[in-house]
């Protein structure tokens, strides 16, 4: 079972709600980074999700077919010429803390399962983001160059979700991917009716590609890339 967080980490959740909010709305307007972003119609089966790999713990995943409303699939695409390091090493740092590069006042990762400063299969996390919710998700894969996690119960979103980096002719290009429905009821009326949930996702992982760019560039070459793939159901 996914060890809850405790209520000190609940309590101080609940008191970063009105400054997270308040941030993100407040860098949200301003960020001037160039982006390159689309939304399509989407189709089964190119845009499934990955196949869970043989014997992940699957104990309280929330799968995409447990959501909500149409399925989305999202990648957002950062490149960076003349990278300072190469996609191994890269991804073995963030392995062994995403908050090197997660946005603090957008996406903190609190590890509930599993040793510090290392990442496995099966290891958990809880994503405190801003607003009244936690993102509990476990890790399914990891490889040298990325991991993927499930989402649990309670998480905003079911379905999966993919950091991966890869070397390209000299340059590094960064990618977070996810395959997913809105998590409940009212995690749908965030995401498709307000809209809101999704452009907060949209700035929370285009702003973790800007601390991924800042702590591994090089330079970014050309507008960050956001490509969504709409299936309704």
């Known amino acids: 079972m996914p060890r809850e967080p405790s209520p000190a980490h609940r309590a101080l959740t609940a008191a970063t709600w009105p400054a997270g909010m308040a941030y993100t709305a407040?860098?949200?307007?301003?960020?001037?980074?160039?982006?390159?972003?689309?939304?399509?119609?989407?189709?089964?089966?190119?845009?499934?999700?990955?196949?869970?790999?043989?014997g992940a713990d699957l104990t309280e995943a929330q799968r995409q077919e447990d959501g909500y409303g149409a399925y989305l699939r999202r990648r957002y695409r950062a490149v960076v010429a003349d990278p300072r390091a190469g996609a191994e090493a890269a991804m073995r740092e963030i392995?062994?803390?995403?908050?090197?590069?997660?946005?603090?006042?957008?996406?903190?990762f609190t590890k509930t399962r599993g040793e510090e400063h290392r990442l496995a299969v099966g290891d958990e996390f809880s994503i405190r983001m801003p607003g009244p919710w936690n993102g509990p998700v476990r890790v399914v894969e990891r490889t040298p160059v990325s991991f993927r996690f499930v989402t649990l119960a309670g998480h905003i979103e079911a379905g999966q979700i993919e950091w991966r980096a890869a070397d390209r002719d000299g340059r590094l290009v960064f990618e977070i991917e996810s395959w997913s429905r809105p998590g409940d009821r009212a995690s749908y009326l965030l995401h498709h009716r307000l809209h809101m949930a999704k452009e907060v996702q949209l700035h929370m992982w285009t702003s973790t590609l800007e601390r991924v760019i800042r702590r591994y560039g090089g330079r970014r070459e050309g507008p960050l890339d956001i490509e969504t793939r709409v299936v309704d159901q």
């Open 26 to 54: 407040v860098s949200y307007i301003w960020r001037t980074t160039p982006m390159h972003r689309r939304e399509l119609a989407g189709r089964f089966p190119d845009d499934a999700p990955p196949e869970v790999p043989p």
């Open 95 to 108: 392995q062994a803390d995403p908050d090197l590069v997660a946005p603090f006042a957008l996406a903190r």
